[in-house]
């Protein structure tokens, strides 16, 4: 027999996906007919599996030690990055979510097995720092409740337990948390805007198109921190969040972000590419502000955080004469 003590980090999740994880090499008609035999039983009493697990759940497994480790794969290794991990940029942490400036250039979520993503790091972070155990990689796998493109640089809100987690994830689902983006595009914009479409994509070339039918309703906001004759420093507020949303989306109304190599200029990009070294576009998740809430994140209730630019794009912001702004331009983080 088995004992299983359901912790913080499980919590929150039903009996029959948390014993998915668990056994995760055993069909689904196993864990059922389990139950119902009662050789896997919750806090001592029969169970169906749609119970929702809290803090000090004990779950019995009733197996031979043979069949655990048969279906439960516990001899194999979490994924994990291998050798040193690249540090993280944290702006906020506390037992429940982490909140990390992601790098250009770092994938969120992998793409492929042999990627390394922002997922992975964060794993490698709290197995080093001992908030986890391999053993619970087993059962949970931290995960982040928005993503950023590749070459997108700022805020990425991590979960640590799964109550954190689905928290996240039912807030993004629901916009209550206010995503803005900071961005310097090509042209002069003196004045707040507000754009609305539709975005089709283009999985064989990754790319959207903005149109005003037949496809997803996206809508973006802005507002001009500083500008000159040939660029603007845009705050952007994302209402909507679909793939490629702010880059396509200014690129229609002619301000293609300064670096973007799907929707930009080449011909600005390769002027700034040579003169600072810019090799993606200058888009950066700058803040996100918390609603009112209580529960698992009632400690960021309200709250809004933000990110450091990275310094290709301070570099920029510091060395541009800007005709407005220049004072607000210069108080960006960085």
């Known amino acids: 027999m088995k004992e299983i003590l359901v912790n913080e980090k499980d919590a929150g999740q039903r009996m029959d996906k948390f014993l998915k994880k668990y056994l995760k090499d055993a069909p689904a008609s196993f864990f059922y007919k389990m139950l119902r035999k009662k050789n896997i039983v919750l806090n001592g009493k029969k169970a169906e599996g749609k119970e929702k697990l809290v803090c000090g759940d004990r779950i019995q497994l009733f197996l031979s030690d043979e069949t655990i480790a048969k279906f439960s794969g516990q001899n194999s290794k979490p994924s994990v990055p291998k050798g040193k991990a690249p540090v993280l940029d944290i702006i906020y942490e506390d037992p429940q979510i982490l909140l990390v400036n992601k790098p250009s250039g770092m994938l969120s979520q992998k793409a492929k097995e042999s990627d390394l993503s922002l997922v992975d790091?964060?794993?490698?972070?709290?197995?080093?720092?001992?908030?986890?155990?391999?053993?619970?990689?087993?059962?949970?796998?931290?995960?982040?409740?928005?993503?950023?493109?590749?070459?997108?640089?700022?805020?990425?809100?991590?979960?640590?337990?799964?109550?954190?987690?689905?928290?996240?994830?039912?807030?993004f689902h629901d916009r209550t948390i206010e995503k803005r983006y900071l961005c310097i595009v090509k042209g002069q914009i003196r004045k707040s805007g507000y754009i609305s479409g539709t975005l089709s994509k283009d999985s064989r070339t990754n790319q959207v198109t903005i149109g005003e039918d037949n496809g997803a309703l996206i809508r973006t906001a802005y507002r001009p921190v500083a500008w000159n004759e040939e660029m603007t420093l845009l705050n952007v507020h994302l209402i909507t969040g679909k793939t490629h949303q702010i880059r396509a989306h200014l690129s229609s109304i002619g301000h293609p972000i300064l670096g973007d190599p799907k929707y930009g200029d080449l011909k600005w990009n390769a002027y700034y590419r040579k003169k600072y070294r810019v090799c993606s576009q200058l888009l950066h998740a700058a803040t996100l502000t918390f609603p009112v809430t209580e529960g698992p994140l009632a400690a960021v209730s309200g709250k809004t955080y933000t990110a450091a630019v990275p310094e290709e794009f301070w570099k920029i912001i510091k060395e541009t004469s800007w005709q407005h702004g220049i004072q607000e331009a210069l108080e960006v983080p960085h």
């Open 121 to 171: 790091v964060i794993t490698a972070y709290l197995l080093n720092s001992g908030q986890m155990t391999p053993v619970e990689l087993h059962t949970f796998h931290p995960g982040i409740g928005n993503r950023l493109d590749r070459n997108t640089s700022g805020l990425v809100a991590a979960g640590k337990t799964v109550a954190a987690l689905q928290t996240l994830g039912q807030m």
